[in-house]
């Protein structure tokens, strides 16, 4: 887990920064500091790592918001926090990724204007399930700047695949096996994942974040908003993959009036798919 941490830790160090260089998310301030929240957070290792890094080793403003469902990890946490100094930075909230409610230190009528984003960094290690797509929901509906979540288990794709294993054509051997529908059902899922915040407005990249000798689960889905709109073709692109598989993502069922509205937006006021194709040469050699 150490390791998994400090890698993870290391891509959001160089993310931030990237993201700061390129304009898309603005360095903490005594008045407005980064706003960060972990959803899923466990035992708070990797919350309590982001704090040191960014805030007590980079010297950033910085708050965070740890959620996690169990009140022990709550009181746990809490208490962690307060040995260590921190518990005036470092909240921790009992609720579930999709409804928690989040209070941080420096009140938002504090920090700025109303347009500013409610959180700044979101992140999201091996929540299981759809709960990684309600960790990326929150993200999008917070305005989030940069998210990274490295996804867990894919179960509830991976039965849609089955109930349509009959009318896949020449995929139906991809489905047959549940071994083999289950790594699929990883790849498909992640896939759909990271197309939809391409729609939504981000600069997207999939990478292996740890050697799979530390986890199995070592892929991460890193996102900076950028609020660029999607080219038409990049549309196309997923209706495809809709129709191809014969299911659609949970991810997009949540998302349903976002998708539409940047779906309206973009049939309106098309950009050519070239500006986009730079986008995505780019996440390929981040």
């Known amino acids: 887990k150490y390791k998994q941490v400090e890698e993870f830790l290391r891509l959001v160090d160089a993310t931030v920064d990237g993201a700061r260089q390129g304009g898309h998310m603005p360095v903490g301030t005594k008045e407005r500091p980064t706003r960060l929240v972990d959803l899923g957070c466990g035992n708070a290792y990797l919350t309590f790592g982001a704090y040191a890094l960014l805030k007590a080793r980079r010297g950033q403003p910085l708050e965070v918001v740890g959620v996690d469902v169990k009140r022990q990890a709550r009181e746990t946490n809490g208490r962690v926090a307060s040995a260590l100094g921190w518990e005036r930075d470092c909240v921790f909230v009992e609720g579930t990724i999709a409804g928690a409610e989040l209070t941080f230190p420096t009140p938002r009528s504090h920090r700025g204007e109303s347009s500013d984003p ?10 299981c399930d759809t709960a990684t797509d309600e960790a990326l929901v929150r993200a999008v509906r917070w305005n989030a700047p940069l998210t990274l979540v490295a996804p867990c288990c894919h179960h509830d794709l991976q039965v849609r695949l089955k109930d349509t294993r009959g009318t896949n054509g020449a ?21 759909f994942r990271a197309h939809v915040l391409r729609l939504l407005g981000h600069r997207v990249d999939v990478v292996e ?25 990049l549309w196309t692109e997923y209706d495809e993959m809709v129709a191809t598989w014969g299911v659609t993502p949970w991810l997009a069922e949540a998302l349903q009036p976002e998708l539409a509205a940047a779906r309206e937006e973009a049939m309106n006021d098309p950009v050519p798919l070239a500006a986009d194709s730079e986008v995505v040469e780019k996440d390929s050699t981040d």
């Open 171 to 191: 995929h139906a051997p991809l489905l047959r096996h549940g071994i083999l529908r289950e790594r699929l059902g990883d790849l498909i899922t992640d896939s």
């Open 209 to 233: 974040w740890i050697g799979g000798e530390h986890t199995p689960r070592n892929t991460m889905i890193r996102a900076v908003r950028t609020n660029s709109k999607a080219a038409p073709e």
């Open 118 to 127: 409610e959180v700044d960094i979101v992140l999201a290690l091996h929540a």
